[in-house]
């Protein structure tokens, strides 16, 4: 198996040479990566603070031409099968407590 990395890369104001953001490296990766080519300019927008709830939401792109973000919902993940056997024994636990607590079915 082949395996991939990336380096980091890193945005910075050319004037003062502040770094902005940054991209994080790729260790390893079973498919190749690579830098996204920069098309055009660097612009921003700025967002307004509590403008969105990210703990729901995060931003996916930018419309360029409306230059209002574009959120996502962050994906809710299936429950594997050893999860929803955990599930059902926990169902079953609290039900044996409260049939032990109640005295039996009536």
Same mark, same amino acid.
């Given at each position: 198996?082949?395996?991939?990395?990336?380096?980091?890369?890193?945005?910075?104001?050319?004037?003062?040479?502040?770094?902005?953001?940054?991209?994080?490296?790729?260790?390893?990766?079973?498919?190749?990566?690579?830098?996204?080519?920069?098309?055009?300019?660097?612009?921003?927008?700025?967002?307004?603070?509590?403008?969105?709830?990210?703990? =729901?939401?995060?931003?996916?792109?930018?419309?360029?031409?409306? =230059?209002?973000?574009?959120?996502?919902?962050?994906?809710?993940?299936?429950?594997?099968?050893?999860? =929803?056997?955990?599930?059902?024994?926990?169902?079953?636990?609290?039900?044996? =407590?409260?049939?032990?607590?109640?005295?039996?079915?009536?």
């Amino acid at each position: 198996m082949t395996s991939y990395t990336l380096g980091n890369r890193i945005f910075y104001d050319s004037g003062t040479g502040a770094k902005l953001w940054e991209t994080g490296e790729v260790s390893v990766s079973t498919l190749p990566v690579a830098h996204q080519e920069i098309v055009d300019q660097i612009t921003y927008v700025d967002l307004e603070v509590s403008s969105y709830d990210p703990t =729901k939401y995060f931003i996916a792109s930018i419309n360029p031409e409306t =230059k209002e973000p574009v959120f996502e919902m962050y994906p809710v993940p299936e429950p594997t099968e050893e999860q =929803k056997q955990i599930t059902q024994l926990q169902e079953d636990i609290l039900l044996l =407590k409260t049939d032990s607590e109640v005295g039996g079915i009536l």
